[in-house]
């Protein structure tokens, strides 16, 4: 089955700076990759998602870059601000339409934490 | 519109006890999910349905049953309690339906259950 690994486990930055999270994924089969924000005792949120078609998406300060032939992707958050503080998740899903139909695998998580 | 509902949203319960977690959704979706999350190890899948009618075991299903009763509601049971359950559960739905590739996953906020 599909396998995410995700890093850092813990980042902290400086608000301003800018913060990036990458994901593996071992599954060449896998075309869908969201990215979840969780805050503290709530449920988790997407931000963002990429299809395997296209190689980067952006909204306003949040991106993802998508790399295929590496697998592996990548959140990239800019001009960070202490509200961005939150866990975050990456997951990775197959074809829609074969057996994994629609299953997520999520990564680990990131702790981000932005300190004014 | 209330999304994704599930409940309750605490529970405690004792080692051998049984009880069903409830989630519904309003949002017209075929797709829907259970995952537990546990400190470090993102969120894991239990057993999903793909549609009304059909259900499938994800990545942890040992100790779990599920009943997709109609299309709004995807229950999750445990049998007999083990303190290794104790975890927060996420119920999801997605809009996902074969012919229109993955579609974002929504998800309930919660149920906390603790296993004495």
């Known amino acids: 089955g599909e396998n995410v690994e995700q890093h850092p486990s813990t980042l902290s930055v400086q608000e301003g700076d800018s913060a990036v999270i990458k994901c593996t994924y071992s599954d060449s089969a896998s075309n869908y990759f969201p990215w979840y924000k969780q805050e503290l005792g709530k449920r988790p949120q997407l931000i963002i998602d990429i299809r395997s078609n296209v190689g980067e998406k952006k909204d306003q300060r949040i991106a993802v870059t998508l790399n295929k032939t590496a697998k592996h992707f990548s959140l990239h958050i800019t001009e960070t601000q202490p509200e961005d503080s939150a866990v975050y998740f990456c997951?990775?899903?197959?074809?829609?339409?074969?057996?994994?139909?629609?299953?997520?695998?999520f990564g680990q998580g990131t702790i981000l934490t932005v300190h004014p | 519109n209330a999304g994704v509902t599930q409940t309750p949203k605490f529970q405690v319960l004792k080692t051998g006890q049984s009880m069903t977690l409830q989630c519904a959704q309003d949002m017209n979706h075929n797709s829907m999910y259970w995952y537990r999350q546990d400190p470090g190890m993102g969120l894991r899948l239990i057993y999903y349905?793909?549609?009304?009618?059909?259900?499938d075991k994800g990545e942890v299903p040992n100790g779990y049953n599920v009943s997709r009763l109609n299309k709004r509601e995807f229950s999750l049971r445990l049998e007999s309690a083990a303190p290794s359950q104790t975890s927060v559960y996420f119920c999801?739905?997605?809009?996902?339906?074969?012919?229109?590739?993955?579609?974002?996953?929504?998800f309930g906020d919660g149920t906390r259950l603790s296993i004495l």
């Open positions: 997951a990775a899903s197959g074809n829609a339409g074969g057996t994994s139909y629609g299953k997520l695998t």
């Open positions: 999801a739905s997605s809009g996902l339906r074969r012919g229109i590739g993955n579609q974002p996953q929504h």
């Open positions: 349905s793909a549609s009304e009618g059909t259900t």
